[in-house]
């Protein structure tokens, strides 16, 4: 199952940038019955005009074939959910040549950031990964074997306060350890991650530089995917607001 969104001109036209982002995990029955997604992302005009937004769900089944079928009931309606960004907000997306693959027992650093807050008491920052678990004999990721049946991962964000000339003030600030089982069949994870700093946090720096940690934990090998997928909508990314 893939949620996504995407932004176009009120007339039709493509945007010359970033039109949207996905989310995606796949179900698996007869353990799992439904999905909550949760997809976020910062929509910045490039110009003052009129645009229009599309959220879509596609859906499909690997395991119809032969005589066997699968039923699935997509309820209708979706809800969004605005934030009153003010002045500051700022997004960013993993550069399709940053996809990496993280070997079993290891962290991985990634979609590193440094965003300045605005006035404001906290600062929300997102990061958003597609994670893949390294089967054996992927044509995605490599190292994968049948000694495992998929991939145990953790997910968070570490933000380090810093002056504009990269002097940091105190240590990092580390945000909620999120679990993520990956088996064989789920195959693919949208892995979400949200850290709140205050101002008094930040210990008088004005920046922040954030970055997300990806572990695979235990299992198989674990791919970060990144870049754009179709209609250029983002794989791992990630957004800052303050407030």
Same mark, same amino acid.
């Given at each position: ?10 007339? !039709? @036209?493509?945007?010359?940038?970033? +039109?949207?982002?996905?989310?995606? =995990?796949?179900? $698996?029955?007869? /353990?799992? #019955? ?51 960004? !003010? @002045?500051?907000?700022?997004?960013? +997306?993993?550069?399709?040549?940053? =996809?990496?693959? $993280?070997?079993? /027992?290891? #962290? ?136």
């Amino acid at each position: 199952m893939t949620f996504a969104v995407r932004c176009q001109y009120e007339a !039709g @036209s493509a945007l010359p940038q970033e +039109t949207g982002a996905y989310w995606a =995990a796949n179900l $698996v029955p007869p /353990g799992e #019955t439904s999905l909550a997604p949760g997809l976020r992302w910062l929509f910045q005009a490039p110009t003052t005009a009129t645009y229009k937004c599309r959220l879509s769900v596609t859906s499909y089944s690997s395991i119809i074939n032969v005589d066997r079928q699968v039923t699935m009931r997509i309820p209708a309606g979706a809800e969004l959910g605005r934030i009153a960004t !003010g @002045s500051g907000a700022a997004r960013w +997306t993993l550069p399709a040549a940053s =996809a990496t693959t $993280v070997a079993r /027992g290891t #962290t991985a650093t990634t979609l590193g950031y440094t965003y300045t807050p605005s006035e404001g008491d906290q600062t929300t920052i997102v990061q958003d990964a597609n994670l893949t678990t390294c089967v054996a004999g992927s044509r995605i990721c490599t190292g994968g074997t049948s000694a495992y049946k998929g991939t145990e991962a953790e997910t968070w964000i570490e933000a380090q306060p810093q002056m504009p000339n990269g002097d940091p003030c105190g240590g990092p600030v580390k945000g909620p350890v999120a679990k993520w089982s990956i088996s064989d069949a789920k195959h693919h994870q949208a892995a979400t991650n949200t850290l709140k700093i205050t101002k008094t946090q930040m210990g008088g720096c004005t920046q922040i530089r954030t970055s997300l940690k990806v572990k695979a934990a235990d299992g198989n090998p674990l791919q970060i995917h990144a870049g754009h997928a179709s209609e250029q909508i983002a794989a791992t990314h990630g957004l800052a607001y303050s407030l």
